[in-house]
């Protein structure tokens, strides 16, 4: 955790923090006997205990459920973004969509990771806040990434989890440093990887892509209007595409030319 | 007196917190669901513009939270009114349903899902059977509970809709049959409001509102929501107080009349106690109660003084693990007699040493 977490600055006693987080082995057998980890969050325990060496892991994925389920002052979708010569872009897709992969590539070739799961969009303003934290990625995107990436710091793995085998990624130190800035969206672009396929990108109509976006949405339905009207302005103000791909290195220069114009 | 209960009592003193207070009182008040209420009493009192905002957006957040399970309420008791007038049956809305139709303040942040309604003993089986065609359908519960349910509660094993997953209590009176104080569920008052959404609904009136909410908390034995619910009472009775300046001894008057006013006693002397609800003690004398002794009324103040505060690391204590061992064992008998209360205990027990075995033996053959 140390290796991931090296570029972050730890507070200080008696700063305010969002979300008190513990994770403790539990006082009972399973504390020795296949020994088990429990998430606290505020005293509470909002899931099941996971094996003690998923511990990590676990630390994560309740990380991001804290803030899905808190931050509701966001309209919240579960996306990659990234942002390159002030332009960001939102990668919203489901699970097993190549998100994360395009993401970690993306940020190990001089992009600016926000997040890998969350985007948040201030509802006041529209704007993109950062969330910053390792990149979780699962099974092939794994070996994937490391070739890609030689250099690139990853934790162990994770084996038998209920993602299959997961690694998280550490984030770039340009990413961790400028995480405080906020920016504006420019693209929404739903990726999709298809194996053997040709990168190609197409534009998506914005009604089209107001509902894909409410698929993607962890708070949509909390927010009742006031999510609509942030939806209504996310879409009026991007241009959204629909994208699939198989190579890396072509999504890549893809993506770097769309930013450059 | 924990930060949270001095907040609730002063929500202008949150100007004058210090960052670690701040991270004190968002756990606090996570720990005690009151997020969103405490969102709704900064605005009240006019505080809310003077709250940095990292500090505020948690509150918001709870309430934003709170609006749409409401709008859910509202929604479930629409559908549940019009079912229900098709077979004649003009439910009564009970606790967190009934302030929202009601729209009193008190429903303001406050995180349900839950619906509860009281209807006719005898048309109990008719209004299941009905409901069933709507989508609410009983969980799932082992025949010694259905039992349990039928013979001696007031009310059916809760129904849950299939789609919706809302939880729906449907109750014929506000206490078990088996607690001595029951009362017959015909004499509580009633009253009409009218909500845009789905018109008149019937809610129990201003005062039996109280005297329900006080047989409820008081009867219960657990308290994880305690202090949200009393902050509920303080907040009911400071609302109807300010409407009618009689209120508190009407409240009492009509506490004598239906017997319960040994309920009514512990919320006006715990509502002033922790949450400083205007109450004179010249309103509480007249409750027709037995004398206590100082001795009984001290152990009773030193329960529930340490029951009604967040549960959270910062205010665990020995006095409070004991305060929560004596209230649980206080809310069973209350339920019912010992006579009957020790053989349902045991027979729970078994179930339960039952279902473990069970349980284990189903993980080894996943295994």
Known sequence: MYKLYADYTLLETATFSDFQIVLRRPFNFRRWFRPQVDFYFDGRKPFKPLPLKQAYAMLEWGLNWCIANHAHHFLILHSAVLEKNGKSIILPAPQGSGKSTLCAALAGKGWRLFSDELALISLKSGELYPCTKPINLKNDSINIIRNFLPESINSNLFCDTHKGTVSLFKATTASVQSSQKISKPTFVIFPKFIKNSDTELNPLSESNAFLMLIENSFNYDVLGGKGFIAMCELVKGVDCFEFSYSKLDEAISLFDELVSQ | ?367
């Open chain 2, 1 to 367: 007196m924990t930060l949270l209960t001095s907040i609730l009592i002063t929500p202008k003193g949150a100007v004058d917190l210090t960052e670690a207070d701040w991270e004190l009182l968002v756990r606090q008040a996570r720990a005690a669901n009151l997020l969103g209420r405490l969102d709704y009493l900064f605005i009240q009192n006019d505080v809310a513009k003077d709250i940095n905002q990292k500090y505020l957006w948690h509150f918001n957040a709870a309430k934003t939270l709170s609006d749409k399970l409401m709008n859910n309420v509202l929604r479930e008791i629409d559908e549940l009114t019009s079912a229900l007038k098709e077979i004649g049956v003009a439910p009564v809305l009970l606790k967190g349903a009934a302030y929202q139709a009601a729209g009193l303040p008190c429903c303001q942040g406050r995180l349900m899902s839950d619906i509860d309604l009281l209807v006719n003993k005898a048309s109990l089986d008719k209004v299941q059977s009905h409901l069933l065609k709507f989508g609410w359908v009983s969980m799932p519960i082992k025949d010694y509970d259905q039992q349990y349910y039928r013979k001696w509660m007031h009310e059916i094993p809760p129904l849950k809709h299939a789609t919706r997953q809302t939880t729906l209590d449907v109750h014929h009176n506000i206490l078990p049959l088996t607690n001595k104080n029951t009362i017959d569920a015909s004499r509580l008052g009633f009253r009409k409001v009218f909500h845009e959404w789905f018109g008149e609904v019937q809610t129990l009136n201003p005062l039996d509102t109280v005297i329900h909410s006080s047989v409820h908390l008081f009867t219960e034995s657990e308290f994880d929501n305690g202090l949200r619910d009393l902050s509920d009472l303080d907040m009911l009775i400071r609302h109807f107080t300010s409407t009618n300046k009689n209120y508190v001894n009407e409240l009492v008057i009509r506490a004598n009349e239906l017997e319960l006013a040994d309920y009514l006693s512990l919320t006006l002397r715990y509502t002033k106690m922790v949450l400083n609800t205007p109450i004179t003690p010249k309103a509480t004398s007249s409750l027709n109660i037995k004398h206590q002794s100082r001795l009984s009324q001290t152990f009773w103040d030193f329960c529930f003084m340490n029951i009604f505060k967040p549960f959270h690391s910062s205010t665990q204590s020995w006095q409070m693990r004991v305060a929560k061992f004596i209230l649980y064992w206080r809310g069973h008998l209350l339920r019912m007699p010992l006579k009957l209360l020790i053989p349902h205990l045991i027979r729970k027990s078994y179930m339960q040493i039952k279902d473990m075995f069970n349980d284990m033996h189903e993980n080894k053959n996943n295994i």
